[in-house]
């Protein structure tokens, strides 16, 4: 991430979200489920680091994309599993998404 210029949104240092025992208090305190990392050139453009595996991944990896960034291969989530996980989460900015999402999708067709 930090190769790609993004840091944590949170005042935190990125290589906690390695550590278990603050995954679990962030989950448990803050109902935290992501760790997200923002481009203080871009601050609109984050990129959200699940803090637990909330689908298998071997669903998940069947269906990766895979795209180029400053040389670096990124695996990004599919369309479907993505729009499980919004629904899953349920908050109202999420649910938006899943709309947006399949608004789109029909523009495509």
């Not at 949170?10 to 989950?27: I, T, Y």
């Amino acid at each position: 991430m930090d190769d790609l210029g993004y840091g944590p949104r949170n005042p935190v240092k990125a290589e906690a979200m390695l550590d278990p025992s603050l995954r679990e208090n962030w989950k448990r305190d803050k109902n935290m489920r992501m760790f997200s990392f923002v481009d203080p050139a871009q601050p609109m453009t984050m990129i959200d680091v699940f803090l637990e595996e909330i689908l298998p991944f071997k669903d998940i990896e069947k269906e990766l994309a895979r795209i180029q960034a400053k040389g670096i291969t990124i695996p990004v989530i599919s369309l479907r599993h993505l729009k499980e996980l919004k629904k899953r989460a349920g908050r109202p900015q999420d649910l938006a998404d899943i709309e947006t999402i399949e608004t789109m999708e029909k523009e495509d067709r």
